[in-house]
């Protein structure tokens, strides 16, 4: 059993940067893919980026590639999400999962395994 914690949300200018956190207690994440994803009033949950056991692969979305950058650091347990050039379209809860079950990199929300309680990124103009 996995528990995340997300940390780092806030109240931030168009072109701002944001970093959030995620820490993971009571086990390891070295073998879990993980997943920052976000959800808007109104909307979907949507990936936003993900990123192998290894580091070695991520996956942004369309509308985060170039902006966003997604990180691990499994001998602490955390991965980050730096986020760059914040538009107000990013406005968002965003949560941290943990996807326990596969090689590839999940795209879908539903093949996350462990969910954070989210953290409230609001991008003004």
Known sequence: ?????????????????????????????RNYVMGWFRQAPGKEREIAAAI???GSNAYYAGSAKGR???SRDNA???VYLQMNSLKPEDTAVYYCAADDAGWTIA??????DY???????????
């Not at 969910?115 to 103009?125: A, D, E, P």
């Open 1 to 29: 059993q996995v528990q995340l914690v997300e940390s780092g949300g806030g109240l931030v200018q168009a072109g701002g940067s944001l970093r959030l956190s995620c820490a993971a207690s009571g086990r390891t994440i």
């Open 52 to 54: 192998s056991w290894s």
């Open 68 to 70: 966003f950058t997604i």
């Open 76 to 78: 602490k347990n955390t």
């Open 107 to 112: 795209t879908m929300a539903r093949n996350y």
């Open 115 to 125: 969910w954070g309680q989210g953290t409230q990124v609001t991008v003004s103009s």
